[in-house]
């Protein structure tokens, strides 16, 4: 007790010393735009060029101050060590069937990267066939993806270094274990469609000499590649120059029959896709179109059923149904249903040993169903619990196939799934130093400021009290269409340990109920996710699992710009704020690397419309000369999806606005991009990510020796 107490004593004495924090000085200047009439300032423009002498300096001075601030956190380095003893267990993929072999990823332990196995049969002996830790001094190289050929044969593996998105694609041969001399490069946003000798995959065009990564992102291409080739030998299939923000995309189909070519134009605000196809046994070799425009719905070629096509669409169905296309019949009033629209979103369809594996998510959790290709509903997977259930693939003559399964106390496991009798028998499971049973995880339902009902997982240790004086982590995203599904995370034990609470709030914007749950927090209803996470705020307020000066929030990305809106919308609700690789200059994102992208998530300062919203809520442009809670910001400098001017100027203009004595710090990691680049660095971010958020709260921390 004694100990503890002069433990306090001392964050106490420090935090007074860290009361008036030196920030550098950030040079302004009189840059200006002017949008449909209105003049905004942008002062810190300068800071955009990341690859500037001044921005380098600049970076360099606010990483001193924020390296000294954390190093003087006195339990840092026990947050760190109690993660990595909590993340030190063997992890599994599940495996993949190619033939005799068996393929499956393993980390074990503190690896910083995956490393890519295969054994003959289930009980065979592994054998390593890519371990990525040693394609790199530091270990940031991460194996992007693997694909074997329809014969296994050949495999195309890809790297990418320092965390961008940047990919270069080899081939294996795997018979004798060796790579040829094929190396592939300027790729981004590629899938890998095999067939015959070769495959598909997209590429951006290789810059001139000179030119930044930045410009590269226009004119997404379609080449095909022949084994054993030089890449300035591949045949280019298909690109779109007078369009040149569009994504192009090929995929086969298992038979190889099938060439898929899915279009999307994001950039213009579109939130559909143009779907065509090719039949290999057609006499005629050019594409056709399923959808020929593109639009606001998506298409999504599942397997072919000979000449005829499943298509995944929520054309008429926000929440989604399978057709089948037949391409005697191309009008799409001529398709036919196989699976009808549910009342609960479609999340996907696999497919494995002649059935269709369909996953829905009813309230947040997994729900699977199988059917034939005729669309006759054969059996429900009876999952352990209520979670999340992914995997289900493998190919027409497989008999059975695995999936994972985990939620927030429920650690994944894999299971092998008997298509024939429809049972499931574990297969894997990890071996803990530690009890996910002494959590527990609860799912309530909260009203929004329209009064919309909005989900929130809330994952407490055993016995806690609702006394208003827990330590709370709120989560969000709410955009994209992307769902905050419950999983799994052994960097979150040390945080429950210390009686802390971690909360994930389902806003709008997300996929959680369907593309209607979607719109209704994309563009001009943007502000309807804001007030869903202060809602949520409010409500673990309300039921007394904590008050506001043990509140802490964080997103990344589109979570990030999440964070920061919400700040500047409430800055007396949180004591403390991270925001993660944030997109913070609302009018100005479209204009770096892929940013055009999120158009048809955001809308676009271009438009008069849109950017009326776009400027009320712009995380950036919203910063007010009043008190703002304890804020960490963190960015990389190799993140070149959410690139770190948006992290730098924000930074900036808050550092120069807050009124409070609250510290507002930004860390720029180096070889990481949009997220940790390796298990290390993930260690380290969530070390400090804990530390801060206590320590502000005036907490101190005991951890189990």
């Not at 550098?24 to 840059?31: E, G, L, Q």
């Amino acid at each position: 007790m004694k100990k503890l107490f002069l433990l306090t004593i001392l964050i106490i004495m420090m935090k007074e010393n860290y009361a008036q924090l030196q920030y550098p000085v950030t040079r302004k200047t009189d840059s200006m735009d002017v949008y449909h009439g209105t003049k905004v300032a942008d002062p810190y423009r300068w800071l955009e060029n990341d690859n500037s002498d001044a921005t380098k300096a600049w970076v360099k001075e606010e990483n001193a101050v924020t390296n000294a601030y954390l190093d003087q956190i006195p339990f840092r380095e026990s947050f760190k060590k109690r993660l990595e003893s909590v993340i030190n267990y063997a992890r599994y993929s599940a495996p993949q069937k190619k033939g005799d072999w068996y393929y499956f990823y393993k980390n074990d332990g503190l690896q910083n990267q995956p490393v890519l196995y295969r054994q003959k049969g289930l009980n065979g002996t592994p054998e390593t066939v890519i371990d990525p830790n040693h394609l790199s001094a530091d270990g940031t190289t991460r194996l992007m993806a693997f694909s074997l050929s329809k014969n296994g044969k050949y495999a195309v593996w890809a790297t990418s270094k320092g965390g961008s998105d940047w990919e270069t694609f080899y081939v294996r041969d795997m018979e004798t274990g060796k790579d040829l001399a094929d190396e592939l490069d300027w790729i981004k946003f590629s899938g890998i469609g095999w067939q015959g000798n070769g495959f598909y995959y997209s590429r951006y065009p290789a810059p001139d000499k000179g030119k930044e990564l930045a410009g590269k992102n226009e004119n997404h291409q379609v080449w095909f590649h022949t084994i054993g080739t030089a890449q300035n030998q591949d045949k280019l299939i298909y690109e779109d120059k007078n369009n040149g923000q569009r994504f192009h995309f090929v995929s086969v189909s298992e038979d190889e029959r099938m060439v898929f070519l899915t279009i999307s134009d994001r950039g213009k605000g579109l939130d559909g896709n143009a779907l065509w196809y090719k039949d290999n046994l057609s006499n005629d070799p050019a594409f056709k179109p399923v959808v020929k425009e593109i639009g606001q719905n998506e298409f999504s070629a599942v397997d072919n059923i000979g000449a005829q096509l499943l298509i995944e669409t929520n054309e008429s169905a926000k929440n989604k149904k399978l057709m089948l296309f037949d391409p005697a019949k191309p009008d799409q009033k001529d398709w036919k249903t196989i699976i009808p629209e549910k009342d609960e979103p479609l999340q996907g369809v696999g497919t494995a040993g002649g059935r269709l594996f369909v996953s829905y998510l009813k309230d947040v959790t997994s729900r699977i169903y199988v059917y034939d290709y005729a669309g006759t509903l054969l059996k429900e997977v009876k999952l352990p619990a209520l979670g999340s259930a992914g995997g289900f693939g493998g190919e027409k003559e497989d008999a059975f196939t695995f999936y994972t399964f985990s939620s927030f106390n429920f650690p994944p496991v894999i299971y092998k799934y008997d298509i024939a009798t429809g049972n499931s028998t574990l297969f894997q499971k990890p071996d803990l130093s530690f009890d996910p049973t002494d959590y527990t995880v609860e799912q309530a339902f909260y009203p929004s400021k329209d009064h919309t009902k909005i989900p929130i997982f809330i994952v407490t240790k055993k016995g806690i009290l609702k006394n208003g004086k827990n330590p709370t982590l709120l989560y969000g995203y709410g955009g994209f269409n992307i769902s905050l599904t419950p999983a799994f995370s052994a960097s979150l034990i040390p945080w429950l340990e210390q009686g802390g609470i971690y909360a994930i709030a389902n806003l709008r914007g997300g996929g959680e109920y369907g593309e209607q749950w979607h719109e209704a927090g994309m563009k001009l209803k943007k502000q309807n996710v804001f007030d869903d996470f202060i809602a949520a705020a409010e409500y673990l307020i309300q039921e007394k699992y904590t008050s506001k000066a043990y509140l802490s929030i964080r997103g990344g990305s589109n979570g990030g710009l999440l964070v920061g809106a919400v700040l500047n919308q409430r800055p007396d609700l949180f004591k403390v704020a991270i925001a993660q690789v944030g997109v913070m200059d609302m009018l100005r994102f479209q204009k770096f690397t892929i940013g055009w992208n999120w158009i048809a998530d955001y809308g676009s300062s271009d438009n008069a419309d849109e950017f009326k919203v776009l400027y009320q809520y712009s995380p950036l442009h919203n910063i007010r000369a009043i008190d703002y809670p304890a804020t960490l910001i963190t960015t990389a400098d190799h993140d070149d999806r959410v690139v770190p001017a948006h992290s730098f100027k924000y930074a900036a203009t808050l550092q120069e606005k807050n009124t409070s004595s609250n510290p507002v710090l930004i860390q720029i990691d180096t070889n990481s991009g949009h997220g940790a680049s390796n298990t290390a660095k993930n260690i380290e971010s969530m070390a400090n990510i804990y530390s801060f958020i206590l320590f502000n709260m005036g907490i101190s921390p005991v951890f189990k020796q």
